[in-house]
């Protein structure tokens, strides 16, 4: 069994198929497709089921995600410790981020660490936090942007956090938006645009349920960009980070009757990151935080 074989059947189980995995990779999907059949043979049994739609994990499959995540992050930190001796001269280091962090200009921080170190590659995952929550904790990230509405996961080490306050988003002819504050309760039954899978979108679900009020999503939207499009296209209203609606250009008011704040934290696996470029990474963060 070798480890790119092991990388491949990883790439396959986080995207559901062949073709988005062989992408990821770099190789063709014939060669993909090859590589996972000869782990297969060497293991003796099948790792995904092939639908017409989907590629599923097989019971086999699912018992080996969790060894194939250790043995990936186990060879990322030796290639990391050897980099670590050359200098940090070479090295990879991963780390996710949700869509709604406002506290870090992550793009300029990574730019400004890569100038420092341009011989270490930087993989960026976006993701819902839960996704890239368990990505951290199974050896896929070495460290993650996350936001949390309570307490923040067991499992992870915290590094830095901060508060982040939410508010609702209308369009410009919207009957709420020249106010300033909003009580939740006006918004009961209101046309919703929703930020579909997020970590906010579950929280506005609790909030509404909290109060007794009716959340009316009416649409859905994967990215913010297009969630504000919808709502300035007048589909209905939203909740997102006060700094996003502030850049957004578009009304917006805090609600009153409920807690729209959460936490925001950088976390990864354990005290201190065995990946020596992913120490480095962190040290560069946590001192511009």
């Not at 590629?55 to 992050?73: C, F, I, S």
């Not at 609790?206 to 589909?235: I, M, Q, S």
Request: aromatic share 4%; proline share 6%.
């Amino acid at each position: 069994m070798e480890l790119r074989q092991v990388e491949h059947f990883l790439a396959v189980a986080r995207h559901g198929s062949f073709t988005a995995a062989a992408r990821e990779v770099h190789i063709v999907q014939s060669a993909l497709s090859a590589s996972v059949r000869k782990l297969e043979t060497e293991l003796g049994a099948p790792l995904f089921e092939r639908t017409t739609r989907r590629v599923l994990l097989t019971e086999a499959g699912r018992a080996l995600l969790p060894v194939a995540r250790r043995l990936v992050a186990d060879a990322v930190a030796a290639r990391g410790e050897v980099a670590a001796v050359a200098g940090l001269t070479g090295g990879r280091v991963s780390i996710g981020t949700i869509q709604a962090l406002t506290v870090v200009d992550l793009p300029r921080e990574l730019g400004v660490f890569q100038a420092r170190h341009p011989g270490v590659r930087i993989h960026v995952r976006d993701g819902a936090a839960p996704v890239l929550a368990a990505a951290v904790a199974g050896g896929e990230l070495d460290l993650a942007y996350l936001a949390a509405d309570g307490p923040v996961p067991a499992e992870l080490t915290t590094f830095a956090r901060w508060r982040q306050r939410l508010v609702l988003v209308t369009h410009p002819g919207h009957r709420l938006a020249r106010r300033a504050r909003v009580p939740l309760a006006e918004v009961d039954d209101e046309p919703f645009v929703d930020f579909s899978g997020s970590g906010m979108q579950t929280m506005i679900h609790r909030r509404f349920a909290d109060a007794g009020l009716r959340h009316n999503p009416v649409c859905e939207a994967t990215n913010l960009p297009l969630l504000l499009e919808l709502v300035a296209a007048g589909l209905g209203v939203t909740i997102v980070p006060e700094a996003i609606a502030e850049r957004a250009g578009l009304p917006f008011a805090r609600l009153t009757g409920a807690d729209f704040t959460r936490t925001l934290f950088l976390a990864g696996r354990g005290r201190e990151p065995v990946n020596p470029a992913a120490r480095a990474l962190l040290a560069h963060l946590t001192a511009s935080a």
